[in-house]
């Protein structure tokens, strides 16, 4: 009897002294967070508008951390098998995502029967470095050079303007798909196998036109191998004042944008998710990366995790709705 007794209170002992070390053990996991390499994955293709970004983050916040983030990008259905990677992983902070509007909010709504993870549940917020506003692009060579142009030659000559997109799914299809509903005209939609592939085809002359991220397209902008035509935005992009946007240049109340962020898994570790948005904000808050940001196209953005997570739930409502509404989806 004494026996079972002595027993009873040493597994009790032990008990208590496991919960107790829980905390103790995350907190510790967090001052020896990162001793190794991270993998940070992106859904999209090289040269995208979310890899071009994230490179440029994860350059600086390597430094940061003192240990490498390590690019991986992977692929397809919208983004998605990207996140379903990141939300299944362990939640030991050396996987992370570049969240974008396409993994976390189109791909999600579109991809329903391929999509194994719950954009809101399986994540953690970690914060938001860049809002993009998506820039309409033309081949120099199309027969039109404004918005007002575009327009009058695409009823001129329905199913003749070869549209562009990275593919089913990504931000570019839903926003040429909102800018043709809206403006109530006839083209023929070209899908591509990314974003690389796409300003390929719109720089040969394959397409016409498309309409996606900006800092997928400055560069090919600047150097003249394409020609803006209008922004996406609700206002007028601080990087590119002197362009109007689409619903300023004939087609009312037309809004189409994105952003990135850093995500982890659920139950990242509240230790470790500090640590990583304490770097990610002295990175995006320096000079030079927010110079290198506004370079490509993409205007810095920082935010707590609870208001990056905000965001995203807002966007689900309102970017759904557009889905809908363009009949955009793919089971």
Request: aromatic content about 6%.
């Amino acid at each position: 009897m004494k026996r079972s007794r002595t027993s009873a209170w040493a597994l009790l002992a032990a008990s208590v002294c496991l919960v107790s070390a829980t905390p103790a053990t995350a907190a510790d996991a967090a001052k020896d967070y990162p001793n190794k390499p991270i993998r940070l994955v992106i859904s999209q293709t090289p040269g995208s508008s979310i890899d071009t970004m994230s490179r440029l983050v994860a350059t600086r916040l390597s430094e940061v951390l003192g240990h490498q983030l390590v690019v991986d990008n992977r692929t397809g259905a919208g983004g998605t098998i990207g996140g379903a990677i990141v939300a299944h992983a362990e939640p030991d902070g050396y996987t992370l995502f570049a969240a974008a509007t396409a993994s976390q909010i189109i791909g999600p709504q579109i991809y329903k029967k391929v999509t194994n993870y719950d954009p809101f549940k399986d994540f953690t917020p970690i914060g938001m470095f860049a809002v993009t506003q998506n820039v309409l692009v033309a081949n120099l060579k199309a027969p039109f050079t404004n918005v007002k142009e575009l327009l009058a030659y695409a009823k001129a000559n329905p199913g003749k303007i070869n549209w562009g997109n990275a593919g089913t799914g990504f931000q570019s299809h839903l926003a040429g798909v909102l800018f043709t509903h809206m403006a109530n005209i006839n083209v023929l939609h070209v899908a591509y196998k990314g974003a690389g592939p796409l300003v390929a085809g719109v720089i040969s002359g394959e397409s016409h036109v498309t309409i996606g991220p900006a800092p997928a397209w400055m560069v090919h902008v600047q150097a003249g191998r394409a020609r803006a035509l209008a922004m996406g935005g609700a206002k007028r992009s601080v990087l590119w004042p002197d362009l109007p946007t689409v619903s300023e240049s004939g087609v009312p109340g037309y809004v189409s944008d994105g952003w990135a962020g850093l995500m982890g898994p659920k139950n990242l570790p509240k230790p470790i998710v500090r640590k990583l948005h304490t770097a990610l904000m002295k990175v995006i808050n320096e000079p030079a990366t927010n110079a290198a940001l506004k370079k490509v196209g993409a205007e810095p953005q920082t935010s707590t995790p609870e208001e990056f997570g905000q965001l995203i739930a807002k966007d689900w409502k309102i970017i759904g709705e557009a889905i809908r509404v363009a009949g955009l989806k793919v089971d």
